[in-house]
């Protein structure tokens, strides 16, 4: 929510609220926002702090979260998919085996494995964070609506 705004309207059945955390600057709270302790101001439809971005993830932004998210599981599916292969030629490259006396050869050996876990582990880690923010775009209810029922 910008800097000092006031609300849109003023109605008897309705109370209009301030966020008595935005440090005094009487800033009108909607009844979906939630003050984000680490950036300090309210967020519209807040989900969560997202420390990859340094950001709150909320209305105005859930859609390049997600972009962003669908972007680092298929770049991670890929890194795997490219160290499968590398370990894969590393073992069975030519019939002499030659490379396999490079000093070189322990190392693209391990760093393959490496690499080819930890693609599975963020293509899975980012896997599960998407179809998570998927259900709450269904839902139409934020990570931090759903911690206040």
């Not at 929510?1 to 005094?24: I, R, T, W, Y």
């Not at 971005?53 to 998210?69: A, E, P």
């Not at 894969?88 to 080819?116: D, E, G, Q, T, V």
Request: proline share 4%.
């Amino acid at each position: 929510m910008p800097e000092g705004m006031q609300a849109p309207f003023h109605s008897d059945h309705m109370k209009n609220v301030n966020c008595e955390k935005c440090l005094g600057k009487e800033t009108w709270k909607p009844i979906r926002a939630h003050h984000c302790a680490a950036c300090g101001f309210c967020v519209f439809k807040m989900d969560h702090h997202c420390p990859w971005i340094n950001n709150c993830v909320g209305h105005r932004n859930m859609k390049y979260f997600l972009q962003f998210v669908i972007y680092v599981g298929i770049s991670a599916a890929y890194l795997s998919l490219l160290m499968f292969i590398s370990f894969y030629k590393l073992l069975s490259h030519s019939k002499p085996k030659i490379h396999m006396n490079k000093p070189w050869y322990a190392y693209a050996f391990i760093a393959s494995i490496i690499a080819f876990v930890e693609g599975l582990l963020f293509a899975f880690f980012t896997y599960e964070l998407m179809g998570e923010q998927f259900e709450s775009i269904e839902d139409n209810q934020s990570y931090v609506d759903d911690l206040k029922k």
